[in-house]
């Protein structure tokens, strides 16, 4: 592999088939990583363990790490977010966001990728990105939900973490389990636009008025939708005016 070429452009970073969105961001990663390490000629590799001071591996510091950890049952588990209905490039999204797995930029300095001083959002609010943050509480990309409680024609206070908000918001007004489906198909269009929109914003330098991120979500819902209930008599204008009602649940 060495002799294909690392360097950016080499024949080692030719892939056999095109990746994902998701892929293409660890592979952004990996490479930042990359970027970060001199090799010296005449030093032997070596392994470290960063969490002791002599970097020589213990049970005592690998325990406490795991420990400190939040265990897997506090945040959505893996069967609530799954959506057949939905693609799997945004059910795994879905997934690394509740747990707190995506490139945010706080995630990005724990692993020593960028520098604390590229910690702020991308949207200019002046807060450190954090997955809630980015999603929930940021005063640009967060009042995004507001437009699409507004639609719904629903109010209510946002939790404060992003696995307590899929969990209220796919319980809106306490409609029966059979509908929560269509709430968490929703749900998904939302936040897979807004994390969307963050990437454009850093990686193109383009971006979209937040009103026009809420209509991209109508839209992107609207066609999953469509999708899902073949037999309903879904009109794109019927949608984009009372969503619940031309679904017959309003």
Known sequence: MCQLGWAEGGQAWSWRRGLFVWEE???GELILLLHRVALQVDKEDRWLWNLETSHVYSVRSAYKLLTIQPP???VVSASSLWNKDIPLKVVLFAWRL???RLSTKNNLISRGVISTDARLCVAGCGSEETSDHLLLHCNIFGTIWHYIYRWLNFSSVSP??????FIQFTALGGLAKTRHSILQVLWFATSWEIWKERNNRIFTGKQCSILQVVDKIKSLSFMWLKA?????HLNYHGWWLSPFTILGIG
């Open 160 to 165: 404060c973490d992003v696995g307590d908000h």
């Open 228 to 232: 899902k209930f073949p037999s309903l």
């Open 98 to 100: 509740s747990r707190d």
């Open 72 to 74: 897997i049952d506090s």
């Open 25 to 27: 961001e660890l592979v």
